[in-house]
């Protein structure tokens, strides 16, 4: 599973080894990421996050 988390300043790439889908994470769904940096293909990007799922603003 990949996903984009953006934060108004700038993008990281989420990637989930092995999963196919996360319950939860969505288009717009609003989340915070931890884990080791790294980059891939030029961006910078976390593998298998530990996340914590944020309400959702209406």
Sequence with gaps: L???LYDGTGSVT???LGR???GG???GRSLVARGRL???DGRPT???AEYEL???VV
């Design 20 to 22: 196919r889908r996360i």
């Design 25 to 27: 994470i969505e288009c």
């Design 46 to 48: 976390l593998y298998n």
């Design 54 to 56: 944020r309400p959702t």
């Design 2 to 4: 990949e996903a984009e």
């Design 14 to 16: 989420l990637i989930w």
């Design 38 to 40: 790294t980059t891939h």
